[in-house]
């Protein structure tokens, strides 16, 4: 999927990459992102959002956990044991609540877990506020 981006609103051109095996879930995300004005990237695997990652070095990586192939601990682990692309953030989604794993993630350079349920999206993007990858909300409003 081609990079889009939202015309004036653009996060002063802050690369969010999306690693979603699941089209429903990544169309969504991508969705939620660009409403905030960022530049979104989606891979639909692990070897793709690798590749992805070394190419266009985003600001942010959304990255799965379970997913064919090649799980998102294993994506995280070869992206942080490389200097190009260590220093990326990486946020997981994940439908686990296993603390072993979310230890593990963290351990591996995880900057978040966040849960796939309802909340998901109010949470994804207050943890991007706080990462300084999309602007605070004005108090009283949009």
Do not use: W
């Not at 994940?94 to 603390?99: D, E, F, G, M």
């Amino acid at each position: 999927m081609a990079a889009t981006e939202t015309g004036a609103t653009s996060q002063q051109h802050k690369t969010v990459l999306v690693v979603e095996d699941s089209p429903v879930q990544a169309f969504s995300l991508v969705h939620m992102l660009e409403k905030e004005g960022l530049t979104v990237l989606c891979a639909p695997n692990g070897p793709t959002g690798i590749s992805m990652t070394k190419e266009y070095i985003p600001d942010l990586i959304v990255l799965d956990i379970q997913m064919p192939d090649m799980d998102g601990l294993e994506v995280c682990k070869l992206l942080k044991n490389d200097p190009a692309t260590a220093n990326i953030p990486i946020i997981f989604l994940t439908s686990q609540a296993n603390p072993n794993l979310l230890e593990e993630g963290m351990r591996d350079g995880a900057v978040d877990f966040i849960p796939k349920d309802a909340f998901s999206d109010f949470v994804l993007l207050e943890t991007l506020r706080q990462l300084s990858i999309v602007k605070p909300r004005h108090p009283g409003g949009k």
